[in-house]
């Protein structure tokens, strides 16, 4: 009886720690939009300067949620490899568990950009940070391309989710080729970062308040940089963008069938 009341009433402190979080994240989001990152933009510098203000702010207000939603209870969070982020010209590939992911890498990173879906520019708690930090829109593939290059030849941080979208828990990866097609084109460091989380929560099908019965453990495993020079040497394009992209799902896939063989 006692333990089945306590464990009532963790869950419900964790669903509205849960309720708590996500409405800072959504107030946190018009503040920046609204006065931090428009201060920012007022001081002196030229845009690329002013897009890595933006992105140190982005940065430290997705560090600090991460850390109220540990200290509430609703989650906790491991990183391994840590010292291998923060690269001058970095493609980081990651695999998407969760709604939480972008938030959880850009905690860790400095300075970095992502690719958001266009419907994003319209959120009012996501249109400022947006702007300000020069995200890149994925409303046509070919000048998101291009784009994305260009960011990482002149030495940004670039995140890419190859899945496109989260994952479905128990779905074999797909990824598609968009993330080796960038490689390969602007000849950038690639970093693999698999990202964890046990119990599964926040994936596509789930609304924010169907929380697990117990607080969830986000783990973040950066591994070493892949080698795309023998990729590049590969002609047609269209074939090695097919392996690099195959060796990208391969390399995530393997890791996933060792959790699940591992039981974790």
Known sequence: M???LIRGLDYAWRLFATAVSFAVFGVGGML???????????????????????????????????????????MTYR????????????LIVANHPTLVDVVFLLSRIRHAS????????????????????GYISNADSQAMLDACAERLREGGCLIVFPEGTRSVPGRAYRFQRGAAALALQANCL????????????????EPWYRIPARRFALTMQVGDAIDIDAFRAIEPRSIAVRRLTETLQDYFSERRMNDEHDGN
């Open 114 to 133: 992502c690719i958001v879906k266009a419907s994003l520019w319209r959120n009012p708690a996501m249109r400022g940070p947006i702007l300000h930090a």
């Open 2 to 4: 006692a333990k089945a």
């Open 190 to 205: 690639v970093t693999p970062v698999v990202l964890r989380c046990r119990p599964s929560t926040l994936t596509k099908a």
């Open 79 to 90: 990183i391994d490899g840590l010292e291998k982020l923060n690269r001058p010209g970095q």
């Open 32 to 74: 920046l939009w609204w006065l931090v990152l428009p201060i920012l933009a007022l001081r002196p510098g030229l845009p690329a300067a002013k897009q890595r203000r933006a992105q140190y702010a982005v940065h430290l207000s997705f560090y600090t949620f991460i850390g109220l939603m540990h200290r509430l209870g609703v």
